[in-house]
């Protein structure tokens, strides 16, 4: 949050931002109950479709902002065709990366002007560390983002920088056998019957299987999937036992969340809605434990459910 708060402090009043419609909620919180008192326009977009991305497009756009694959809903967007977009209407591109880190995503390399990170995730990857990374591709970049850190106080201690540099050294390998497992996981949820609307852009099922192949180096562990209600959530929930019931992301261990009430927890049910989200959305952020453990503890909780 300290990262995009810096960011968006690169705004002034009167700017207008887009903002990919399915995005993680504390991005929603901060732009609709902060950002937006400051008189700058907030205006969700689906930027999958870059159609609607040129329309959204004002003399006053400043910023697109865009999260890929996106936060619960694994929606890709086409990072250099926004940045087209952008550049040829005098914007800027942030792309918010921790879904997928660098080792699998370079989005300054596509167009991207800036890229973000929750360090907390794959870059420390081990649960034990919070922080957030901006890489801007300008020397102003740079500049702004200083003074924005000492001027408003958010920075990371030392000893947190510590830990994920720490963490870097082994993203690669750890990188490796997350989407390993994650690819074995996806493959089982994609047969299982109770299970629907599994999201996952490594499945050649997947609508944007393509786009992934083209602008990623992988597929990512990150997934989701839907049952038929909320009681059928809680009870999968309540069965796992390998997997954690826990928010986060990106550790070395399994994770389940119900999205609704974690992640989104935070905005209207009406923007849940908005953004495809239901009551019986279970978000996985598969670790690197043994793949058949994970799939015999996925099988028994299902039964549950």
Same mark, same amino acid.
């Given at each position: 949050m300290a990262a995009?708060?810096?960011l968006v402090a690169m705004l002034k009043a009167g700017d207008h931002v887009i903002c990919s419609r399915d995005v993680y909620a504390g991005t929603v919180?901060? #732009?609709?109950?902060?950002?937006? +008192?400051?008189?700058?326009?907030?205006?969700?977009v689906d930027t999958s479709d870059l159609k609607a991305v040129a329309a959204a497009m004002k003399p006053n756009t400043k910023l697109?902002?865009?999260?890929?694959?996106?936060?619960? !809903?694994?929606? !890709?967007?086409?990072? %250099? +065709?926004?940045?087209?977009?952008?550049?040829? +209407? +005098?914007?800027?591109?942030?792309?918010?990366?921790? #879904?997928?880190?660098? %080792?699998?995503?370079?989005?300054?390399?596509l167009g991207a002007d800036i890229v973000m990170h929750s360090t907390t995730k794959y870059l420390n990857g081990h649960s034990d560390g919070l922080g957030g990374a901006l890489i801007g591709s300008k020397p102003e970049h740079k500049e702004r983002f200083l003074l924005v850190q000492k001027a408003a106080g958010g920075v990371m201690s030392p000893f947190e920088c510590f830990l994920v540099l720490r963490g870097i050294k082994t993203l690669p390998l750890r990188i490796r056998q997350h989407e390993e497992n994650g690819r074995a996981v996806a493959?089982?949820?994609?047969?299982?019957?109770?299970?629907?609307? /599994?999201?996952?852009?490594? !499945?050649?099922?997947?609508?944007?299987?393509? /786009? %992934?192949?083209?602008?990623q180096k992988g597929f990512g562990s990150m997934m989701s999937f839907e049952l038929k209600s909320r009681e059928e959530a809680g009870r #999968?929930?309540? %069965?796992?036992?390998? #997997? !954690?019931?826990?928010?986060?992301?990106?550790?070395v261990e399994s994770l389940a969340s119900h999205s609704a009430t974690t992640t989104h927890g935070s905005v209207s049910q009406e923007f849940r809605d908005s953004m495809g989200i239901n009551e019986g959305r279970i978000r996985l952020s598969i670790g690197i434990e043994d793949k058949e453990d994970l799939i015999a503890d996925l099988e028994q909780a299902l039964k549950a459910v």
């Amino acid at each position: 949050m300290a990262a995009i708060s810096a960011l968006v402090a690169m705004l002034k009043a009167g700017d207008h931002v887009i903002c990919s419609r399915d995005v993680y909620a504390g991005t929603v919180r901060l #732009f609709e109950q902060i950002v937006s +008192g400051y008189n700058i326009q907030i205006e969700y977009v689906d930027t999958s479709d870059l159609k609607a991305v040129a329309a959204a497009m004002k003399p006053n756009t400043k910023l697109i902002h865009i999260e890929t694959p996106s936060n619960p !809903l694994m929606v !890709l967007t086409d990072i %250099a +065709g926004v940045a087209k977009i952008a550049h040829a +209407g +005098g914007a800027e591109v942030s792309v918010d990366n921790t #879904f997928l880190s660098p %080792a699998l995503q370079s989005p300054l390399a596509l167009g991207a002007d800036i890229v973000m990170h929750s360090t907390t995730k794959y870059l420390n990857g081990h649960s034990d560390g919070l922080g957030g990374a901006l890489i801007g591709s300008k020397p102003e970049h740079k500049e702004r983002f200083l003074l924005v850190q000492k001027a408003a106080g958010g920075v990371m201690s030392p000893f947190e920088c510590f830990l994920v540099l720490r963490g870097i050294k082994t993203l690669p390998l750890r990188i490796r056998q997350h989407e390993e497992n994650g690819r074995a996981v996806a493959e089982y949820l994609s047969t299982h019957p109770k299970v629907s609307k /599994l999201a996952y852009p490594g !499945l050649k099922s997947h609508p944007q299987y393509d /786009l %992934a192949v083209k602008q990623q180096k992988g597929f990512g562990s990150m997934m989701s999937f839907e049952l038929k209600s909320r009681e059928e959530a809680g009870r #999968f929930l309540a %069965a796992i036992k390998i #997997f !954690l019931n826990a928010e986060s992301l990106g550790g070395v261990e399994s994770l389940a969340s119900h999205s609704a009430t974690t992640t989104h927890g935070s905005v209207s049910q009406e923007f849940r809605d908005s953004m495809g989200i239901n009551e019986g959305r279970i978000r996985l952020s598969i670790g690197i434990e043994d793949k058949e453990d994970l799939i015999a503890d996925l099988e028994q909780a299902l039964k549950a459910v």
